[in-house]
């Protein structure tokens, strides 16, 4: 299923782009949010891998925020193809997911995550994780 996000160009080039990959609208819609209204960042929305993949190939993204648990493809296989791939291989990832337990954490960091967000989130936890990854002038 592919939500209805406007994933076309152009997108504002003064304005950080962040791709929010989850199965879940409602999960989209509160990332959205917080994205776009408070940040002043750009929002790309996949609800699956292989979409995540193509847009972030096609958009290189400064910052994805992604579910482990979709439907295609896992978290894992998008972490491992995007890791591989000269174009999104740099590009910080933070999981932001249900899976909770401590060996589920360790295990997303050493799959190539460079953060994570447990689900349910507070919006101040949001803020703080996409500051920490966006460090750019116009979100201090």
């Not at 929010?20 to 949010?33: I, K």
């Not at 890791?83 to 590009?91: E, F, P, R, V």
């Amino acid at each position: 299923m592919q939500l209805s996000w406007n994933n076309t160009l152009p997108l504002n080039g003064n304005r950080p782009v962040v791709l929010a990959v989850d199965d879940n609208e409602d999960n989209l819609l509160l990332v959205s949010l917080a994205v776009e209204q408070f940040l002043n960042c750009s929002l790309i929305g996949a609800s699956d891998g292989e979409t995540a993949i193509s847009l972030a190939q096609l958009y290189r993204p400064d910052l994805i925020l992604l579910d482990i648990v979709l439907p295609d493809l896992n978290g894992f296989e998008v972490i491992d193809r995007l890791k591989q791939h000269w174009q999104t291989k740099t590009i910080p990832i933070v999981a932001v997911t249900g899976l909770a337990k401590e060996e589920d954490c360790d295990r997303i960091l050493a799959a190539g995550c460079d953060g994570y967000l447990s689900k349910p989130y507070m919006l101040d936890d949001l803020e703080k994780v996409i500051y920490r990854y966006l460090r750019t002038p116009s979100l201090v």
